[in-house]
């Protein structure tokens, strides 16, 4: 037997009492699901199923990924990993010609598990071609007001947070949350060419009091203050939708006819938890490699490894119409409306912690 992994996986999710204490969130979360496949079937969305394999994970930097290998009859190996997200697969589809599609997709990725992380988990993606990105807005507002009508409830709470569901989402671009959070004027560190500018973001850093290391880049100076002091004031009272990230923080979103510094990106928060990912889809095939390829020297310098560039989504993506597209936790929705603290609550066969 191998002595680094336990014989026992823990906790025993499949006990029968704590099944029993589960069960409700389980219900309520089943009840969730039906629900957002009539709201998009009413609106004349296709369901569509991606494969798990695929020959590239993603390309974002800090996305990790698990790999695998596939073998032929005569043992020769080729490399496969499974997806982070269905997205790829789906604006294939897109690339193919249908125009509004939606999955629920298992989906993993390496690294993570917490109260709000699992290596596997159940992600929600929804298209629309010719659509704005602002369409997508109305589509989370709407849902939030749906699983909490579903499971009965009219509040979100989690860690100290209280949500109104049926409340007007707030919206607030990056620029905004920064000033407002940390008093940074985040796009004087931007030029119009999407270039960032790594010592004027670092001086709204140490103006803020929050700390830094020498060493980190214009997108770690971003994120710590995405991270201590935007993200915690995030969703209280009623949901946020967190809008035009910087085009170095938006690497498949097209930019901004408003400001070129900006892109069609927005986020979804309720309760201070991130729930959905959207955009403006970018189309651009050259641009959409080079933006990987930057990713992927980034991955290189902070952990050492890369993963390849799926050539086929590229080819796709030069024929794909214009659309935007989104990703929400469907997981962490549950979550929220149910009343669950912990992730693996709303989930029906946990991943087993095999590590002491």
């Not at 699983?147 to 990056?174: H, I, Q, Y």
């Not at 980190?216 to 100076?221: F, G, K, Q, T």
Request: charged share 25%.
């Amino acid at each position: 037997m191998n002595s680094s992994v336990p014989a026992i996986s823990r906790p025993q999710w499949w006990r029968p009492d704590r099944h029993a204490d589960r069960r409700p969130f389980l219900l309520g979360r089943n009840a969730i699901q039906t629900c957002l496949r009539d709201f998009f079937r009413t609106r004349d969305f296709l369901e569509v199923d991606t494969a798990t394999l695929q020959v590239s994970p993603g390309n974002e930097t800090h996305l990790h990924a698990f790999s695998t290998e596939a073998l032929t009859i005569d043992g020769r190996a080729a490399p496969f990993y499974l997806h982070t997200s269905p997205e790829f697969a789906a604006k294939k589809l897109l690339a193919a010609g249908e125009e509004r599609i939606f999955t629920f997709a298992h989906v993993y990725r390496n690294r993570e598990r917490g109260r709000l992380h699992h290596p596997e988990f159940t992600m929600l993606e929804w298209y629309r071609v010719g659509a704005d990105y602002t369409q997508l807005m109305s589509d989370c507002a709407e849902m939030l007001a749906l699983a909490a009508e579903t499971v009965g409830t009219k509040s979100f709470t989690f860690n100290g947070f209280k949500v109104d569901p049926f409340a007007e989402p707030e919206r607030l671009t990056l620029a905004e949350a920064f000033e407002r959070c940390a008093g940074i004027d985040l796009l004087a560190s931007v030029a119009a060419s999407g270039e960032t500018d790594r010592d004027e973001l670092a001086a709204g850093l140490a103006e803020a009091g929050i700390r830094y290391a020498t060493d980190d880049s214009w997108a770690d100076l971003f994120s710590k203050v995405l991270v201590e002091r935007v993200e915690p004031n995030l969703g209280q009272g009623r949901a946020t939708i967190l809008c035009e990230y910087p085009i170095s923080e938006a690497a498949l979103a097209r930019p901004s006819s408003r400001d070129p510094r900006v892109a069609d990106r927005f986020e979804l928060y309720a309760c201070g938890v991130e729930l959905a990912n959207a955009f403006g889809e970018l189309t651009d095939a050259g641009e959409q490699r080079r933006r990987f390829e930057h990713e992927m020297a980034e991955k290189a310098r902070i952990y050492g490894e890369t993963y390849p560039i799926d050539e086929d989504f590229l080819a796709a993506l030069s024929i794909m119409p214009e659309a935007s597209g989104a990703a929400l936790g469907f997981d962490r929705l549950a979550m929220l409306a149910t009343g669950a603290t912990r992730i693996e609550q709303v989930m029906w066969a946990p991943v087993a912690e095999v590590f002491p």
